[in-house]
């Protein structure tokens, strides 16, 4: 049986974030997260990607522009589905959400399915870099794996860490990477 390799979308979790900054749109890359940001870009600049989607939210921008600086031809599309919210207050975590509501929980949710059917069709071909924010992330590869909507909480995700999604003949859409951060050295591996 020959399996080929149809589609592949990466999922990037944007770099280490300065907590003190103003946060209008989300923060910005701290100097550490900008150094994350461009060991990914290194590591990334072989691959053959074909589009680059980004939140708009600062630090995600700026790291996917890190990133797409080796992808000169590619022009970065920005969005706000791929925004950091809370799909959902896991049982036993209600002390971590004291303000979500379940109309914010559900329009989290709304937001990240458009991103799901509009960037992990089975009819695309090429390589994709989707560059967000960890919860969004983990929501969508729970996503892929159709697990309930509470199991994204159920791991965490390394700052500048990828996650790699591929569908091949036959097997279908596989996740075939998660939380990959061997790019960077392990005193620059942050949660942050």
Request: charged share 25%.
């Amino acid at each position: 049986m020959d399996i080929q390799l149809l589609r592949t979308v990466w999922l990037l979790r944007h770099g280490q974030e300065a907590p003190d900054r103003p946060r209008p749109l989300g923060g910005y890359l701290t100097e550490l997260g900008r150094q994350q940001a461009e060991l990914t870009a290194q590591r990334m600049a072989d691959y053959p990607i074909t589009r680059i989607v980004a939140s708009s939210l600062h630090r995600a921008a700026e790291t996917a522009q890190i990133v797409a600086a080796r992808h000169p031809a590619i022009e970065i599309e920005y969005t706000e589905d791929l925004w950091e919210c809370s799909p959902s207050v896991p049982p036993g975590q209600e002390i971590f959400f004291p303000n979500l509501t379940p109309d914010a929980a559900a329009a989290c949710c709304d937001r990240l399915d458009r991103a799901f059917d509009r960037y992990f069709r089975d009819d695309e071909r090429g390589m994709a870099l989707l560059v967000g924010h960890g919860t969004a992330t983990r929501y969508l590869l729970c996503r892929v794996l159709d697990l309930p909507v509470d199991a994204w909480a159920r791991f965490d995700l390394f700052n500048c860490s990828l996650a790699r999604v591929d569908w091949k003949t036959v097997l279908g859409r596989q996740i075939t990477g998660l939380n990959d951060a061997g790019h960077l050295p392990v005193g620059m591996q942050t949660y942050g």
